[in-house]
């Protein structure tokens, strides 16, 4: 990969050195460095000792219980019908459903029949608890940071990227936490901010590459904002809907989008504001938790009130992490999965968001946000620089962001565009650059991957039906344009589906195919590294859950059986099913 550096302002401070090194185990002091334990190419011929697969600590791996041992064969039985035979279907070329009207592939074309069946064998569900999965610890294949956990253990480059490209890495840091300054000013090529926005840069929602917060406490929400949409008005407007030419429709004065700061001489657009309500959910053992419920409002609203039809919904940023093999999964892999029409009658439906590349128009799978409304990383950076920061870039060109004919003040305001840099704010090489890094942000390896109570919590896991959506594990796309992302088993713990998940999460707001009650499975991969990363344990798309057992209990809709199946293990069993999750 190629960049012409030459328009970019060599801004390199702040870049966080590569460091690839050793696994840290936590309670033994132990490491180990385990080499290219993730990449598919040698899973037919295992060239690593299990010892080796498993973080250094093989005395655990060994150190199983009757319990595990005797329960495992009953796992299989309880997991989703659809989920043990989707995997090969889809690499048997059998048909999958998905929505009607899109042509999306319903077959692997990157593989012979032979790397197929062994595609198929390696992500099938396990049913042993005794031990770690070979390559278990390695959780992004190749490309998976051995680095020690730090607050850093989000930004660190892929592991399996060549040196010639930690350059491209490099400067997409630097341009990633860029702070855009308003125009005109002094600094050419930085400025250009708003005039409205939620952000200044990249890095001021992504601390750390992390996930956002609520704003606890305090006035700033950074890293959290409204989401404003109405739904289709007219058959016409159901339409562009149904066809994906239009995720949905923004209020006519206020946009996309609440801006809740401004440039100077500008007011902001108003501000969000958020009550909670304490409930109490009773587990089985009599156990009580709080939950909290949010109801948020858009207050000192500048330019009049909210349309009457726009619905809010509260976001935080999302983790940066694996988002490149994500892309370079298959479409038929991911589709595999899906079941709209719940077809196998588990209570589990799946369905796949289909929009549209920002660049091309042609019909894609949509996989990142929260409503999986982008197909490309690109897309979902282009989507930010617009509405977040207001820079524009090739994919989003109006140097206005999110200002609305209604906002004229706005604009009628500088922009920063600079013609001998390009048509853009953020011309071409700077989102490519900004992508090549939020593609290659490196996965943490796993931490107590082989530890008697991780295995037990991940047999709680599997057996309580979280797999039927979190998906543990897929085989990234052979010819992937990335070298870095392509042949690897990776972990990331969903299925990239969206599902209904009740009244409890539901926003009321329309995405394109996604229904205000639906959400895509987010990957749980470094989810355990929240609070190191990010300093806190906010969880759920709008940081509601304040722990993982407030996120689980959270669950509703397809999620019923699981979140019971929660309810109802005992203390014990609860604190393993948490332990395998802080393990990932």
Not at 254 to 261: A, C, F, I, M, N
Not at 360 to 382: M, Y
Not at 500 to 510: E, I, R, V
Request: aromatic share 6%.
């Amino acid at each position: 990969m190629r960049f012409v550096t030459s328009l970019i302002p060599v801004l390199v401070t702040g870049i966080q050195p590569r460091r690839v090194r050793a696994v840290n185990d936590s309670v033994r002091g132990e490491s180990s460095t385990p080499k290219d334990l993730g990449a598919l190419d040698s899973c037919d011929i295992p060239r690593a000792k299990p010892e080796e697969a498993n973080e250094g600590v093989a005395k655990e791996a060994r150190a199983s219980t009757p319990e595990l041992t005797a329960r495992a064969h009953r796992v299989l039985s309880k997991l989703r019908p659809c989920l043990r035979v989707a995997a090969c279907a889809a690499l048997a070329g059998a048909p999958v459903a998905f929505a009607s009207g899109f042509d999306l592939p319903t077959k692997r074309t990157d593989l012979p029949e032979t790397d197929l069946k062994r595609v198929a064998d390696v992500t099938r569900p396990t049913s042993d608890f005794s031990k770690a999965e070979q390559y278990e610890a390695m959780q992004a294949g190749g490309a998976t940071s051995i680095d020690p956990v730090t607050e850093d253990s989000f930004s660190h480059i892929s592991a399996n990227i060549p040196f010639e490209e930690e350059q491209n890495f490099k400067l997409g840091n630097a341009l990633f936490r860029k702070l855009w300054v308003s125009s005109p000013s002094s600094t050419q090529a930085s400025d250009g901010l708003g005039p409205l926005f939620n952000a200044r840069s990249c890095m001021s929602c992504h601390v750390n590459d992390g996930r956002g917060k609520p704003p606890e406490g305090g006035p700033s929400a950074v890293s959290m904002f409204l989401r404003l949409s109405r739904a289709a008005a007219t058959p016409e407007e159901e339409k562009a809907i149904a066809g994906a030419e239009i995720l949905n429709f923004p209020d006519p004065v206020y946009g996309h989008q609440l801006q809740d700061l401004a440039v100077p001489g500008l007011a902001a657009e108003g501000r969000m504001t958020i009550r909670y309500d304490e409930e109490t959910a009773t587990l089985g053992d009599g156990e009580t938790v709080s939950l909290r419920r949010p109801h948020y409002a858009a207050t000192n609203l500048a330019y009049g009130p909210l349309d009457a039809a726009t619905t809010i919904s509260a976001r935080v940023a999302p983790a940066m992490i694996g988002l490149g093999l994500i892309e370079a999964i298959p479409e038929a892999d991911i589709l595999a999965h899906a079941d709209p029409d719940d077809a196998d009658g588990d209570g589990i439906s799946g369905k796949a968001a289909i929009v549209r590349d920002h660049r091309s128009g042609e019909i894609a799978l949509g996989r990142f946000g929260w409503k999986a409304q982008n197909a490309t990383v690109r897309d979902q950076n282009a989507d930010a620089f617009a509405n977040d920061i207001g820079i524009s870039t090739p994919d989003h060109p109006d140097a206005h962001g999110d200002c609305t004919k209604a906002e004229e003040k706005c604009l009628d305001l500088p922009t920063g565009v600079q013609k001998r840099l390009g048509a853009e704010e953020a011309p071409g090489p700077i989102l490519d650059l900004v992508t090549f890094y939020s593609e290659n942000l490196a996965v943490p390896a796993r931490r107590k991957a082989s530890f008697p109570e991780t295995l037990k919590g991940k047999r709680i896991f599997y057996e309580s039906g979280c797999i039927s959506c979190h998906v543990p594990k897929f085989v990234t796309r052979r010819d992937s344009a990335d070298k870095a992302q392509s042949f690897q088993l990776i972990w990331p713990y969903s299925d990239f589906l969206l599902h209904d998940m009740g009244d409890g999460l539901a926003d009321g707001q329309q995405v394109g195919l996604a229904s205000g009650r639906e959400w895509r499975t987010p990957p749980l991969w470094g989810i355990g590294l929240t609070r190191t990363v990010s300093g806190h344990s906010f969880f759920l798309h709008d940081g509601r859950a304040r722990d993982f057992t407030e996120a689980i209990l959270w669950h509703g809709g397809e999620a019923d059986k699981a979140r019971n199946a929660f309810s109802s293990l005992s203390k014990d069993d609860r604190a393993a099913l948490i332990t395998f999750l802080e393990s990932l």
